[in-house]
């Protein structure tokens, strides 16, 4: 159980998916003007990269490695989150217009989002001493991940909101300005690599 947690810390704070491999930023940056949006994109990214982690898992430990085809793993985790995706993007266009045109062009990019394909990957490197265990941690890790996702998102967001009507030099307005919020949220989050 101490390992669960402790999985789960990592992933959210201090192996940030975001700010410390810069995995993902297409969407960290385009989605993240309002909190409203933010929010959305992080529940879907939740629900994308968590579900995923599960399948993917299954797939890898009781199909690929059972038949020897571990090469054919990035195609067939691809598939598996582009199927995610659509799910997430059919529910989101039929019980939440509002929030699927304010996702926009992003939604579906959460197909070729590197963070879900990289989490995906990572947890079934990691040995394990069995199938179940291997299973638990791919889920809490890619939730955490996913939490990270959210929690860096959230924050950009909150934070595009407060200086939009700043006075800002006119050579960083716009995403210059972003990017250094960006660079200086990465920094205040090595800080949890102490923990």
């Given at each position: 159980m101490q390992n669960l947690i402790l999985?789960?810390?990592?992933?959210?704070?201090?192996?940030?998916?975001?700010?410390?491999?810069?995995?993902?930023?297409?969407?960290?940056?385009?989605?993240?003007?309002?909190?409203?949006?933010?929010?959305?994109m992080g529940g879907a990214v939740i629900?994308?990269?968590?579900?995923?982690?599960?399948?993917?898992?299954?797939?890898?430990?009781?199909?690929?490695?059972?038949?020897?085809?571990?090469y054919m793993k990035t195609i067939v985790f691809i598939v598996v989150i582009a199927a995610l995706v659509q799910l997430v993007e059919m529910v989101l266009k039929k019980y939440v217009p509002s929030l699927y045109k304010a996702l926009g062009v992003y939604l579906p990019l959460i197909t070729t989002n590197c963070a879900v394909l990289g989490v995906a990957l990572t947890n079934v490197q990691v040995q394990y001493t069995s199938n179940l265990q291997s299973f638990i941690f791919s889920i809490i890790s890619g939730f955490g991940t996913s939490v990270g996702y959210l929690v860096a998102i959230l924050i950009l967001a909150g934070i595009r909101e407060r200086i939009e009507h700043n006075e800002i030099p006119e050579s960083f307005k716009g995403m210059p300005i972003v990017l250094i919020s960006a660079g200086l949220m990465a920094i205040a989050f090595m800080g949890f690599a102490g923990l």
């Open positions: 999985v789960l810390i990592t992933t959210i704070f201090i192996n940030n998916v975001l700010l410390s491999q810069f995995l993902g930023l297409c969407s960290f940056l385009g989605v993240s003007k309002k909190t409203e949006t933010a929010v959305g629900f994308v990269i968590t579900i995923s982690s599960a399948v993917t898992n299954l797939i890898y430990n009781f199909i690929l490695v059972k038949f020897n085809l571990e």
